[in-house]
């Protein structure tokens, strides 16, 4: 059965500082690992990772993805007090035909404090 | 261009209960997933529908049931409801699987 954790399940930080959110997978068919951030009710997308040792830069955001390891990580510079939520870490396996199932870690909830 | 819809945004039930939710997709998105969202549990997939077709389910009972019309709009059913189906449910439409999912703002069920 695919599995994905992420940790920590929970983070308190103070305006500034740089966090780094973990996700570890084992995944038949691995396919790729997305990052979603959720708010209040709809997560919104963040990144799509698919090869081993290429950071994804938006902003203060970043990820990365080790593929012989098995994890991705999700960094986040200078936090503001808007980055507060729950983010979220999936992996996809490809099922075949344009065909991808996504397994959900249970999400790492980040409050920033200012 | 108009987001993912889910109605209604709230319902409560009572035990025992049936009840039917609904996600209208992006236009020209043909797939539609469901998930199920918990504390505890986090996101759980439920299944998946692409063209009218369930390509993909997840380990729930069969008391969840789903289907998708020609339109890509999908409806998702829980009969005999349980206390622990209280959750937000969460509906995800993409032009071909999990690639560019993009999310509704969920259903939130409470069963009492």
């Known amino acids: 059965e695919d599995k994905v954790v992420q940790s920590p399940l929970s983070l308190v930080v103070h305006e500034g500082d740089t966090v780094t959110l973990n996700c570890s997978y084992e995944?038949?068919?691995?396919?790729?690992l997305l990052w979603y951030k959720q708010e209040k009710k709809a997560p919104t997308f963040l990144f799509m990772l698919?090869?081993?040792?290429i950071e994804k830069k938006s902003g203060r955001l970043s990820s990365i993805l080790d593929k012989k390891e098995l994890f991705s990580i999700l960094n986040i510079t200078a936090t503001q007090t808007g980055d507060s939520a729950v983010y979220l870490c999936?992996?996809?396996?490809?099922?075949?035909?344009?065909?991808?199932?996504?397994?959900f870690g249970k999400g790492t909830l980040l409050t920033v404090n200012p | 261009k108009a987001g993912v819809t889910q109605t209604p945004r709230y319902l409560i039930k009572t035990r025992g209960q049936q009840v039917t939710l609904s996600c209208s997709p992006i236009?020209?998105?043909?797939?539609v997933s469901w998930y199920q969202q918990t504390p505890g549990q986090g996101l759980q997939f439920l299944f998946e529908?692409?063209?009218?077709?369930?390509?993909n389910k997840g380990n729930f009972p069969g008391r969840f049931s789903g289907r998708q019309f020609s339109n890509s709009r999908s409806e998702m059913n829980v009969s005999t409801l349980e206390l622990g189906d209280s959750a937000l449910y969460l509906c995800?439409?993409?032009?071909?699987?999990?690639?560019?999912?993009?999310f509704g703002s969920g259903t939130r069920l409470t069963v009492v």
């Open positions: 529908y692409f063209s009218e077709t369930q390509r």
């Open positions: 999936a992996a996809a396996r490809d099922s075949g035909g344009s065909n991808y199932k996504l397994t």
């Open positions: 236009s020209g998105h043909r797939s």
């Open positions: 995944v038949t068919n691995f396919r790729s």
């Open positions: 995800a439409s993409s032009l071909r699987g999990a690639y560019g999912y993009t």
């Open positions: 698919t090869s081993s040792g």
